[in-house]
């Protein structure tokens, strides 16, 4: 644990009880000067790939860069792209585990880690309820990098909604049964110019 114990400052979670779901954030998870050395590691470190969706019947690129760790065979399938885990690395590794440290009964055995060039980069309004991630997922990311809004609306009721900035060094938790009634995205923020990385800690199950 002594990777992030050098904050002066209480880490506690800011629970949101939303309607069919939870969301935890916590601002200050990683120390930001801490923060900015992950960002450096996993930047120049990670094996960065470009994958390419179909649509329509045609070809585009993600609007991001990607990458997959975890265990060997815990393969993983969204948008039709297949990944294949690369293994763990010992910062991913150390990151995970103070993870689990806040959530007990977590055992996260895969990443996916995103890479935000700038604010023209962005994911679409998506839920992570791919059947590999089983009934109720649970899902921790971690920001680093450029601060990014993320918005989350419910499925069927336009009332219900939630509108996040993550800050590099923050955490979110997906809980419940929040992917089953919620779509979330990272929208395109033209004005931001610097890079955001975020790592998605997931369990797959058989």
């Known amino acids: ?8 400052k209480k880490r506690e979670f800011k629970k949101f009880k939303l309607k069919d779901g939870e969301v ?18 996993f930047r120049d470190q990670i094996n960065w790939r470009q994958e390419e969706i179909k649509m329509y019947g045609k070809t585009h690129p993600v609007p991001r860069k990607t990458a997959w760790y975890g265990y060997e065979g815990f393969t993983y399938t969204y948008s039709g792209i297949l ?19 806040f959530l007990p009964d977590s055992d996260f055995n895969s990443v996916l880690l995103n890479l935000y ?3 023209s980069d962005k994911v679409s309004w998506h839920a992570d309820d791919e059947k590999g991630l089983g009934k109720n997922p649970l899902i921790a990311s971690v920001s680093l990098g450029a601060k990014r809004r993320f918005d989350l609306k ?10 996040l900035e ?13 992917q089953h ?18 790592l998605t800690f997931r369990t797959i199950v058989s």
């Open 1 to 8: 644990m002594d990777l992030f114990d050098q904050t002066p």
């Open 166 to 178: 993550l800050v590099p060094g923050s955490l979110v938790i997906m809980k419940g049964t929040l």
């Open 83 to 101: 990944c294949n885990p690369e293994p763990w690395t010992k910062e991913l590794l150390g990151v995970k585990r103070v993870i689990e440290s």
């Open 117 to 119: 060039r700038d604010g």
């Open 24 to 41: 935890w954030y916590m601002e200050n998870f990683i120390p930001l000067d801490k923060a900015n050395g992950y960002f450096k590691t």
């Open 154 to 163: 419910h499925k069927t009721d336009s009332e219900e909604k939630l509108q």
């Open 181 to 198: 009634n919620w779509l979330h995205q990272i929208p395109v923020q033209k004005r931001i110019l610097n890079p955001r990385i975020n």
